[in-house]
């Protein structure tokens, strides 16, 4: 009797091991499936890494003014290092997870965080200024942007000097931009390196690059001469005509 007892005990025992057993080992498979949900998570995240979207044209599209080589040049080694550099940079940071605009708006000024926000910055800026061109574009605009222009600049010859002038006098590296400030008017700015309106609080409608690397293989040092082309055969008063009603949009919503 004894030895039944015993031997029930066992049984208990060896029934409550097994039991453990395959507890623990579900269980586990429970950590694991979490850690493959974590892994899958990660790869996810690698996958949202920043990557260089496509310009919105051939590369040939905007010749005789800027060429194939500028923009495989430009689009394809400055504009894609930036991306690199950028996912490098927020790799395993609490900025991984963050849209472009965010992880702008949260180095921006931070010299501890100056590289990020120049190569964000970067990413943001060149993605923004293939839009800001178009083929057979240039002119003038139409419609309620060519009316806003009027009111807030005077003119559209008043708004070009502007434009053109912020351009020319940007030293070194920088951005003109056509935006649309915090007080709703629209204003001409430059910007040097990476800086970008949005951090500011305006709203860019346009931007033309004025670093060297985007105009010296077809201009050399003729910056004006890149100015006059971007104004009067390339930009995309389309593009900026859309930002424009955009922002309306957002104020008045
Ligand atoms: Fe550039």
Redesign the pocket.
């Known amino acids: 009797m004894l030895i039944s007892k015993r031997s029930f005990i066992k049984g208990v025992l060896a029934s409550f091991a097994f039991f453990a057993q395959g507890f623990f080992n579900k269980s586990w498979s429970q950590s694991n499936e979490i850690l493959t949900g974590e892994i899958t998570k990660i790869e996810g995240d690698i996958k949202m890494a920043f990557t260089l979207p496509a310009l919105p044209y051939a590369d040939t599209a905007l010749e005789p003014h800027i060429t194939a080589k500028t923009l495989s040049f ?1 689009h394809g080694k ?1 504009h894609n290092a930036y991306v690199v550099n950028l996912n490098k940079l927020v790799e395993g940071t609490d900025l991984a997870n963050k849209s472009l605009e965010e992880i702008m708006k949260a180095t921006a000024g931070n010299a501890e965080k100056a590289g990020i926000f120049n190569n964000a910055a970067q990413v943001w800026n ?1 993605t923004f200024y293939w839009h800001s061109m178009t083929a057979n574009g240039g002119g003038k605009p139409d419609g309620a942007l060519a009316k806003k222009i009027d009111e807030d600049f005077g003119s559209f010859d008043a708004f070009k000097e502007q434009f053109k002038n912020a351009g020319a006098t940007q030293f070194g590296s920088g951005w003109a931009w056509l935006v649309l400030n915090p007080k709703g008017k629209l204003e001409v700015v430059k910007t040097p390196n990476a800086e970008c309106p949005l951090t500011k609080g305006s709203i860019p409608l346009l931007t033309m ?1 004025v ?1 060297e ?2 105009y010296y293989i077809d201009f050399q040092n003729r910056r004006p001469d890149y100015i006059d082309t971007f104004l009067n055969n390339l930009v995309n008063w389309k593009f900026a005509a859309e930002n424009l009603t955009k922002a309306s949009n957002k104020a008045a919503a």
């Open positions: 430009h400055h060149h690059d670093w690397h985007a």
